[in-house]
């Protein structure tokens, strides 16, 4: 892949496994509203999170290199399952072939609110088996505080209920009370939304959890960093009106696109349908 020089009108490139990074581009949009975006959701390969590590690794390297090959300034990785897994291998690969491109992934915003925000020191984290299987959480935390308890909760196959839309049955209702009875137990008084599907939920859990409970999300810290590095490489995009956001995706289009609306809570135009090339290597 030839490197070329970024420039301030290029996009930043946004990629989750589904629609749930959506809910990341939202406050992206809102936050810095004079950016151009394209978005890809990996539809054809979602969820993510019962994947193990050597696949994530593998599939957040193809994507890299097509949201670089499409000119893309900055990658966000708005997945916490990918994020756990490959951002070291993404920062490896960026620094070989693209020095100029920063990396950006949802663990360390939300985990570093969580811990500034927290009276008790005791905090939750809902998120899919993967991340909560990396213990990239813990590690965050514990370096930002090492006197904060996290209490995890692996909740298997909800990201993928939440994708497949509303309503939803009792049956789901009462598996995420079942994944919240820990974090009551253990009086946490802060959760972090280790997944970015689960903000769609954000009411049902505030009941379960109850009004005392703060809830943690990464998109306001996501952007408060891609703001941060941009500005460092003078790469922020100096138009005076609203920006492009554009979008790709690995499936089927109808469906991204029925499903997008909701999590994106913003006009949805077009889908691009994608296929992704198995070339770049684990080993960066």
Same mark, same amino acid.
């Given at each position: ?18 629609? =749930? ?27 993510? =999170?019962?994947?193990?590590? +050597? ?77 909560? +299987?990396? =213990? ?73 959890l109850g009004r005392g409970v703060a809830l943690v999300t990464s998109g306001a810290g996501v952007a408060r960093s891609v703001e941060r590095a941009l500005t460092a490489r003078g790469l922020l995009n100096p138009r005076a009106g609203e920006g492009d956001y554009r979008f790709r995706c690995t ?34």
């Open positions: 892949m030839a490197a070329r020089a970024r420039t301030p009108t290029d996009p930043i490139g946004v990629f989750d496994s589904g629609v =749930g990074g959506l809910t990341v581009l939202h406050e992206l949009l809102v936050s810095l509203p004079t950016e151009d975006y394209l978005y890809l959701g990996d539809t054809a390969r979602l969820p993510y =999170g019962n994947r193990g590590s +050597a696949e994530l690794v593998q599939f957040a390297l193809e994507i890299a290199d097509h949201l670089l090959e499409s000119g893309c300034k900055l990658l966000v990785v708005a997945c916490n399952s990918a994020s756990a897994a490959a951002l070291p291998a993404l920062e490896r690969r960026l620094a070989a072939i693209a020095p100029d491109v920063d990396v950006i992934g949802v663990l360390r915003p939300a985990a570093q609110l969580a811990v500034a925000g927290s009276r008790s020191g005791r905090i939750g984290l809902l998120a899919t088996p993967a991340t909560v +299987a990396s =213990g990239a959480y813990e590690r965050i935390i514990r370096d930002a505080d090492p006197h904060v308890h996290l209490e995890s909760v692996a909740c298997r196959d909800l990201a993928a209920a939440i994708e497949t839309g509303f309503p939803f049955d009792g049956e789901i209702v009462e598996a995420v009370r079942g994944f919240c009875a820990p974090l009551r137990d253990a009086s946490v008084d802060t959760v972090i939304l280790g997944c970015t599907h689960y903000p769609l939920i954000a009411p049902m859990l505030q009941r379960m499936a089927e289009v109808d469906s991204f696109r029925e499903v997008g609306t909701r999590f994106l809570q913003l006009p949805f135009g077009e889908v691009e349908h994608v296929e992704l090339r198995a070339e770049a290597k684990v080993a960066v």
